[in-house]
């Protein structure tokens, strides 16, 4: 099972690393336009229509944004929901160094 995860040192970090992501979906799905993944201040200034906010709503039922606590708890629920062996993480952001981060706190948490 592969999952869009974006673990940070706080839930508001996470969900503001998650918005390039979605600034980048609604552009690609939404408005049809082919863009190269945006930045930070690309997608913080961008002002999310309705339509837009309703797809970020919808696809983050499927993804894991948080601190570690809360991926890791929402992990597990997965993994014991579907009964899977293995897991599939694809953590997209602008910033290389907050995807590494990302994934550094995932192996901390998950580790455990």
């Given at each position: ?98 995807r590494k981060n990302s994934y ?9």
């Amino acid at each position: 099972m592969a999952l869009f995860v974006i673990c940070a040192e706080s839930n508001a970090e996470a969900v503001r690393s998650a918005k390039c992501s979605e600034y980048w979906l609604s552009q690609t799905f939404l408005r049809g336009q082919n863009i190269p993944f945006p930045d930070r201040a690309k997608a913080d200034n961008h002002n999310f229509t309705f339509e837009e906010k309703m797809l970020i709503e919808y696809r983050r039922k499927s993804a894991v944004i948080g601190d570690a606590e809360i991926v890791s708890k929402n992990l597990k629920e997965i993994v014991k929901k579907f009964a899977v062996h293995e897991l599939t993480i694809v953590t997209i952001t602008s910033d290389f160094e907050e995807r590494k981060n990302s994934y550094r706190l995932l192996y901390d948490c998950m580790s455990v």
